[in-house]
């Protein structure tokens, strides 16, 4: 049975800020991760804010068939991700 990992949480987001953007519509947006802290906790998961956030859009609470709301941060794929060479990421390759 797989054992999943714990949830990213604010806390453990490493950069000064944090930027949303939607692939779908182009919204953006740019939030101090200390203020983010402060307002909901170092333990609030990543994820957690960011489906705070997106309640704001029509296309996240009620996608359609042809349009949803693409709204992520890309700095997750590259913080949380192993690096090549790192992690036993070559091991699984070879």
């Not at 939607?22 to 990543?46: F, Q, T």
């Amino acid at each position: 049975m797989p054992t999943h990992e714990p949830l990213k949480t604010l806390a453990d987001f490493t950069l000064p800020h944090m930027v949303l953007n939607c692939s779908a519509c182009g919204r953006k947006g740019r939030y101090n991760v200390a203020r983010l802290i402060e307002k909901h906790g170092a333990d609030m998961p990543i994820r957690d804010f960011i489906d705070l956030i997106g309640q704001t859009c029509p296309r996240w609470v009620r996608p359609s068939k042809w349009e949803s709301c693409g709204l992520g941060c890309n700095d997750l794929i590259y913080m949380f991700s192993p690096l090549p060479g790192k992690d036993g990421y070559s091991d699984e390759r070879g």
